[in-house]
């Protein structure tokens, strides 16, 4: 990937720090009896909340076999659960100038803050979210130049934005990849590649979430840059070259 790479990716997950965060004047010092009377504060609301939506989805459940009923001891386990991930992910992400402003990552983590961190996170978000879109910018305008010379299929089928890779199947010199769309903004659910070399796989393709793709032309071949997501890996890499493509859509069973 020569624009929508790993640390872009990563660094798209820096833009919306500052989201949902309150001002709140007991954030400036550390105490533990205010984080305890926060997080079960937080805590009643989410029950308060699940317990609703549940009883909205009981009363409106036409089989009653196939509904869950709340439970209070697994909701209190996805509140903690989530706030412990919450808290992990900012003690990694945010910059240390930051968290040495932030007297408890715990009071933050559940979205209270004082003003002058507010204001910094804010201005951290917005920085990554500028560089964000103009990396964007560059590949859109890149694309625009060069889909000139890429043939018409291509330029209308080939982005597989939230889909998932199912299977990939190998014939002779062809590699043909299956997706699910049900999550995707196309109706292409097979993308074959003819006379292929792989260039670049950071792992099996199966079962990996398709993110973002960039398409080169390089001499009389296709380049195709795909940034890929597995639980168990994370991001991955994914170039492979092609002197032909064809896809297979939904519409071709009709």
Partial sequence: MK???????????KTSFYLNLEEEKQAETFSEEYFQQLYNNELN????????????????????????????NLAIKQFHDGFIYNKHRLKNELPETILNQIADIRVFALYKATRTVISAVTKFSEENERSVTA????????FKEASSSFEKDIVENFGFHDCTIIKSV???????????????????????FENYQIIKQDGLLEDSWWLYNEVYKVNDNYEFHVLLQKSEMGLMDFIICADQVSFKSNKNHE
């Fill in 3 to 13: 624009y929508f790479t790993k640390e872009w990716y990563e660094l798209c997950q």
């Fill in 45 to 72: 609301s989410w029950l308060e909340l699940q317990e609703e939506i549940s009883s909205i989805l009981e009363s409106n459940d036409d089989d009653q076999n196939e509904y869950e009923p709340f439970n209070k």
């Fill in 135 to 142: 990396t964007s910018a560059e590949y859109r305008k890149y």
């Fill in 170 to 192: 190998q014939h002779d010199r062809s590699l043909t990849l299956h997706l699910d769309n049900t999550g995707g903004f196309t109706d292409i659910e097979e993308v074959t």
